[in-house]
């Protein structure tokens, strides 16, 4: 069965330092791989996907993720925090296949981000 | 024009009551899901429904009973509240049910039994 993990639940990094999300995910077929940043009371924005090809994603916000097969992982990276990041992250892997479409997320990482 | 939108964002309701949470969206999309989030911050998927069909339907007690009666509307409905189901539901679509897809969310339902 598919499954997703986020090893860190919860990070905290300095304004304008780097940061790295790792994402792990168990499929037994190629993944279809998502970023989803969900603010305070708010829902679910998507950062980032990746399908197939580079395995470089850039996505909004200044925000990137590189697939790696070998490592089955997903990890999420930006070169500088800023405080508006402060959020909770949730990678999630899509099904392959069509027969469902559905998203299995992990359990997510909450970003603290300190002056 | 907000792609998926929820009703009400905030619903506070005692044990043993029936509410529903409706959910639209204009992407013009075929599938719609109904997500929820636990205090722990937890996403699970609870249904799915593709062009008005159900697809899938988790582990879920039937006290919770979605309809779709059309393509752009899931709504869900809860009988017989109970505590447990406090939680935060979100309705999301995506295109069809090609694995991939992006699912747009919507704003989130916070839901309290009290």
């Known amino acids: 069965a598919q499954s997703v993990t986020q090893p860190d639940i919860h990070i905290t990094v300095s304004e304008g330092a780097s940061l790295e999300l790792r994402c792990n995910y168990s499929y037994g077929a190629t993944p279809y791989l998502f970023w989803y940043v969900q603010s305070p009371g708010q829902g679910l924005q998507l950062l980032l996907k990746?399908?197939?090809?580079?395995?470089l994603v850039q996505g909004i916000k200044g925000f990137e993720a590189e697939f790696k097969r070998s490592q089955s992982s997903f990890n999420l990276r930006k070169p500088s925090v800023h405080w508006s990041d402060a959020a909770e992250y949730f990678c999630?892997?899509?099904?392959?296949?069509?027969?469902?479409?559905?998203?299995?997320f992990g359990k997510g990482t909450k970003l603290s981000v300190k002056p | 024009d907000t792609a998926v939108s929820q009703t009400p964002k905030y619903l506070v309701t005692q044990m043993g009551n029936d509410k529903s949470i409706k959910c639209e969206q204009n992407l013009g999309h075929d599938t719609m899901y109904w997500y929820k989030q636990d205090s722990k911050k937890f996403l699970k998927i609870m249904f799915s429904?593709?062009?008005?069909?159900?697809?899938i339907n988790e582990t879920v007690p039937n006290r919770f009973s979605p309809k779709s009666p059309d393509k752009a509307h899931l709504n869900l409905h809860i009988n017989s509240l109970e505590l447990g189901d406090s939680a935060v539901y979100f309705c999301?679509?995506?295109?069809?049910?090609?694995?991939?897809?992006?699912?747009?969310f919507g704003e989130g339902s916070w839901l309290t039994v009290v």
């Open positions: 999630a892997v899509g099904t392959l296949g069509g027969s469902q479409g559905n998203l299995i």
């Open positions: 429904y593709n062009n008005k069909e159900l697809i």
């Open positions: 990746y399908f197939s090809g580079d395995t």
């Open positions: 999301a679509s995506s295109q069809d049910l090609t694995g991939g897809n992006t699912i747009y």
